[in-house]
């Protein structure tokens, strides 16, 4: 009952209406989810709910920034620059496809509640130039020989585009985290080494 709950540290509780936020988002979309919905998913009260979060474009935005954060850390922390390119590779797009098959209603939010608001457009671009920022540094780190006019960048936004599509697959449930990760490394592996990756 949202009347009874135990009193909880303020980080615990914030982390708890976040949690209930982006599953409803997920399943609802932004505009047809509302704050008692949301209350009531994380049993707490609504006053409580806007106690925390004074509207419910703040509770969403705080919920992008969150996503996003434990999207590009956790697939930072699992790429190893000293590897070969080819464990580079593989490491990295397995741990992207991973963690968006073990985060599917995160993906939804980033990807296709948060893209189809102008309201939160700007928060899921700084979020998509930090994944080319890496991707980039993945695409220079895994060429030996790079041509003198390589522009990893512009490399990096086609294969996040991409990358963002079958994500989208295996957050649906349509695609294996396998199948799309082996999709993706061969996409990469052609665009660095003009041949399929090698098993």
């Not at 935005?61 to 996503?67: G, P, T, V």
Request: charged share 25%; glycine share 6%; with cysteine.
């Amino acid at each position: 009952m949202a009347g009874g709950t135990k009193r909880l540290p303020r980080a615990v509780r914030e982390q708890q209406m976040l949690d209930a936020a982006v599953q409803m988002f997920s399943v609802n979309g932004y505009h047809e989810t509302s704050m008692d919905a949301i209350a009531a998913q994380a049993e707490i009260s609504k006053p409580m709910l806007y106690l925390y979060y004074g509207s419910k474009e703040e509770l969403f935005a705080a919920c992008l920034d969150r996503e996003l954060t434990r999207f590009v850390d956790t697939v930072r922390a699992d790429i190893n620059f000293t590897q070969s390119p080819r464990d580079l590779l593989r490491n990295a797009v397995l741990s992207f496809m991973t963690y968006i098959d073990r985060n599917r209603a995160s993906w939804i939010v980033l990807y296709t509640q948060a893209t189809s608001s102008q309201a939160f457009a700007h928060t899921v671009r700084e979020g998509r130039e930090k994944i080319i920022d890496l991707v980039a540094r993945l695409l220079s780190a895994g060429t030996r020989n790079p041509e003198p006019d390589s522009d990893f960048e512009m490399m990096a936004v086609a294969l996040v585009g991409a990358g963002e599509a079958i994500a989208s697959r295996v957050s649906a449930g349509d695609t294996d985290v396998n199948d799309a990760t082996e999709l993706m490394i061969n996409l990469f592996w052609r665009g660095l080494k003009g041949k399929r990756a090698e098993s």
